[in-house]
């Protein structure tokens, strides 16, 4: 079915699983360039530690558990000059068995691929950023920050004892305040979330030579030129930006578009995303005519490829409709040197049970990720670009997740979260996928295999039945300080029929778990 590390390599670990925001950018919004209008904190994306760190934690538990930072973190704050550092770090033990479903083991045996790992990794990221505040309101920033990453042992794709020490951040900005329009201008390898993150949110690549898989602690764009305008709760943004690439799997991808955004005084929000791949090398990969036959690789594919997204958050403070909310994302992908055309789309609903103990908290979500149709000439494979894999964001499953990226799938999933006190958050988790065209890649080369037909064997490249795995994910989330998190988690996947049909005796159930610490100043 799959030469596992290979076929999955291609575009797993780019695309999947990616770090997310963390929560100290809170406090330090004068450094970070972060507006605050009408006295509250506007950022395009979720306060959020990394991707092995708590998923689990809400919000405000974030930001009360970051309350307190700015006086240990203070460098120099007089006559309108604040300077401050930042420091982040984790370690992150991982055991996986019967890694993707002991897959190699049944079409790959001569790579000798360990379907039973475990392994530690850790990162450490240390940072400076200033601003500096002129009389009439007017501010200049910037920031430095960098990440040494290490895997000690072998992770999920046969990455062994890997790690590299890289530039994170580095830029400088100049921004208005306190007018009734004002503007932002930065330029720099910096972090940029677009909407909810479903195509614009991951700018850096972990895993491989890099080392810390799990955690990712990568998130800031290797180049950026971002402006805004902020006219009360109206921002739009013009962007230019470039992912930090593995050397070893390198597309000298460059995008640039515009995002318009509304946010409500309750933090519902609704917004406008374009997307234009000015540049790319990375492929595509298009079904065989009728499913049989080995897929078409595209050189160049995302290449002048154009994205449009919308997207909104919807809720009530009171009446009949108080603790419950909505979510929702549709994309639309073209590109006509290609003949493409693709689509996905998110919808989600929620309630919070605001006056009982532990306030659970229960989530609905369906998604749809367009798959290439063999019997049709045209592309309808979707590209998810650089989103945000963090669970309950837009990673598909749990184990899943790192085979399945964010195209030629549907899901609904289901999430309950409870909280037994302000510092502990116990989720779980639930995903049932499918694949949305059959005989039609779910990435590269995945599903591939020889299948006798009247005429001889001939190549077919993805499963002949929908379902893929159903997913269970339970986590624990913890603040033990101001400082310092603990998140352990266990996951299992198990084998729907798409999967079942391509092994040749009975498919295993892929279990992992995890632990792991976090301080973040």
């Known amino acids: 079915m799959m030469d596992v590390p290979p076929t999955i390599v291609a575009e797993a670990v780019q695309e999947a699983p990616p770090a997310r925001r963390p929560p100290s950018d809170v406090p330090a919004g004068r450094a970070d360039g972060i507006q605050v209008i009408d006295g509250r904190i506007r950022r395009s994306g979720p306060p959020t530690l990394p991707q092995g760190g708590p998923s689990g934690l809400r919000t405000e538990q974030l930001t009360a558990a970051a309350k307190d930072k700015r006086p240990v973190t203070d460098i120099y704050d007089k006559d309108g000059l604040h300077v401050r550092w930042y420091l982040q770090g984790g370690l992150d033990y991982d055991v996986e068995n019967n890694l993707f479903w002991n897959l190699a083991s049944a079409y790959s045996p001569q790579s000798k691929f360990n379907s039973d790992e475990n392994w530690l990794e850790g990162y450490v990221k240390p940072g400076i950023g200033f601003d500096k505040t002129f009389s009439g309101g007017d501010v200049f920033y910037g920031k430095i920050s960098g990440v040494a990453s290490r895997t000690w042992g072998t992770d999920a794709f046969d990455s062994r004892n890997q790690g590299a020490i890289t530039l994170e951040e580095g830029y400088l900005g100049f921004r208005t305040e306190g007018k009734g329009t004002n503007f932002d201008l930065s330029l720099g390898p910096r972090e940029l979330v677009l909407g909810s993150g479903m195509l614009i949110a991951n700018g850096g690549v972990n895993g491989f030579e890099r080392g810390a898989l799990k955690f990712g602690p990568r998130k800031a764009w290797k180049q950026a030129a971002i402006g805004r305008i902020i006219n009360g709760r109206q921002t739009i943004t013009g962007y230019f930006i470039e ?279």
């Open 243 to 521: 992912p930090r690439e593995l050397k070893s799997n390198n597309g000298h991808n460059q995008l640039a578009g515009v995002d318009v955004r509304y946010d409500a005084s309750n933090e519902d929000f609704i917004g406008f995303t374009y997307i234009n791949v000015l540049r790319s090398q990375s492929p595509y990969i298009r079904a065989a005519p009728g499913g049989i036959g080995a897929p078409t690789i595209i050189p160049d594919g995302r290449d002048k490829t154009n994205v449009v997204n919308l997207y909104f958050k919807g809720s009530r403070d009171e009446g009949i409709w108080r603790n419950w909310f909505i979510t929702g994302d549709i994309a639309y992908e073209w590109n006509n040197r290609i003949n493409m055309s693709a689509w996905a789309a998110r919808g989600q609903i929620g309630y919070r049970f605001a006056d009982i103990p532990w306030t659970p908290t229960l989530i609905s979500t369906a998604k749809f990720f367009s798959g290439d149709n063999p019997n049709t000439p045209k592309l309808e494979r979707f590209d998810p670009l650089y989103y945000e894999g963090s669970p309950g964001i837009w990673a598909t499953g749990a184990e899943s997740s790192m085979v399945f990226i964010n195209t030629n799938l549907k899901a609904l999933e289901f999430s309950a979260a409870v909280q037994p006190s302000k510092k502990i958050t116990v989720t779980l988790r639930y995903a049932y996928i499918s694949a949305d065209k059959l005989e039609s890649p779910l990435q590269f080369g995945q599903a591939t295999r020889l299948v006798s037909t009247p005429s001889g064997f001939n190549l077919v490249d993805g499963v002949t039945k929908h379902h893929l795995s159903d997913d269970f994910f339970l986590e624990y989330d913890q603040i033990l300080t101001n400082n310092l998190f603990l998140t352990v988690g266990l996951a299992a996947s198990f084998p729907g029929a798409g999967i079942k049909a391509e092994l040749p005796g009975k498919a295993p159930t892929w279990t992992g778990a995890f632990a792991n610490v976090v301080f973040n100043f």
